[in-house]
């Protein structure tokens, strides 16, 4: 998630990074696994690869990507919150144009 952390918001990020991971909200993930995924998916795929993946999600099934982003703002939230509150920036959810537009 290097470089571009300064263009755009990293709970924004984080949101496309867990949406681009392999884990699934039926899978309860705990704020470790979260994290983890994050991190993983962030390696993988980079910042923009995720952004990339997300946007071909809500184009091609968006009432399923919309439920996933909803997913992965929550997860976020609570993962990377400090002292299971929300701090600056990290608590806000994660706006993208296309979750807004479906």
């Given at each position: ?9 990293v709970?924004a ?10 884990l ?5 993930p705990?704020a ?11 390696r993988?795929f980079?910042e ?7 946007a071909q999600?809500?184009?091609?099934h968006?009432e399923?990507?919309a439920a996933?982003?909803?997913w992965?703002?929550?997860?976020i939230?609570?993962a990377f ?7 600056p920036?990290?608590?806000?959810p994660?706006?993208?144009a296309?979750?807004?537009a479906?």
């Amino acid at each position: 998630m290097g470089r571009m952390m300064n263009r755009r918001g990293v709970s924004a990020a984080r949101c496309d990074a867990l949406f681009a991971s392999l884990l699934q909200p039926s899978q309860q993930p705990g704020a470790q696994q979260v994290r983890q995924a994050v991190a993983a998916a962030a390696r993988r795929f980079g910042e923009r690869g995720c952004a990339g993946r997300v946007a071909q999600e809500f184009g091609e099934h968006p009432e399923a990507a919309a439920a996933r982003m909803r997913w992965a703002r929550q997860a976020i939230a609570r993962a990377f919150a400090p002292m299971g509150s929300p701090g600056p920036g990290e608590g806000r959810p994660c706006l993208h144009a296309a979750e807004r537009a479906a």
